[in-house]
C-alpha cells in the first residue's frame, strides 16, 4: 500500500513563497502520479498539480498555472511543490495525493492520502 508523508506548509505573506514535500513509498510501478490537492474551509478539495512519476509530465489547475511548480527528485520518491506569489485565496490545508492513472489530472480517482498540511497566506 502506497504511503504518503508531507513536509512544509506554514503562514507567508501575500506574495511570498512557500515549498511543499511529500515523500511517497511502496509504490509497485512508476505508472502512476503524484498530485497536490487542496481544500480551503467552507470549500471543496481540488487538485492543484500533478506530476506522472514515470514520464514526468506535469498538470496544473489554471488557478495555479504559471505560479507552483511540481517537482521530483531523481529517485521518483519525493514530489515538492513549489508555490509562490502565493494569494490569501491559496489559503487551504493542501495533500499530497497518489494514484495508478495515465493521465494526472484525472483528480477524481487519487486513493492514496497524505495527513494533509496547512497553508495560510495573510494579505
Known amino acids: 500500500q502506497v504511503q504518503l508523508v508531507e513536509s512544509g506548509g506554514g503562514s507567508v505573506q501575500a506574495g511570498g513563497s512557500l515549498r511543499l514535500s511529500c515523500a511517497g513509498t511502496?509504490?509497485?510501478?512508476?505508472?502512476?502520479?503524484m498530485a497536490w490537492f487542496r481544500q480551503a474551509p467552507g470549500k471543496e478539495r481540488e487538485g492543484v498539480a500533478g506530476?506522472?512519476?514515470?514520464?514526468?509530465?506535469?498538470y496544473y489547475a489554471d488557478s495555479v498555472k504559471g505560479r507552483f511548480n511540481i517537482s521530483q527528485d531523481n529517485a521518483k520518491v519525493t514530489v515538492f511543490l513549489q508555490m509562490d506569489s502565493l494569494k490569501p485565496e491559496d489559503t487551504a490545508i493542501y495533500y499530497c495525493?497518489?494514484?495508478?492513472?495515465?493521465?494526472?489530472?484525472?483528480?477524481?480517482?487519487?486513493?492514496?492520502w497524505g495527513q494533509g498540511t496547512q497553508v495560510t497566506v495573510a494579505s
Open positions: 511502496r509504490f509497485s510501478s512508476n505508472s502512476s502520479c
Open positions: 506530476i506522472h512519476r514515470g514520464r514526468g509530465s506535469t
Open positions: 495525493a497518489a494514484a495508478y492513472v495515465p493521465f494526472c489530472d484525472s483528480w477524481a480517482r487519487y486513493n492514496y
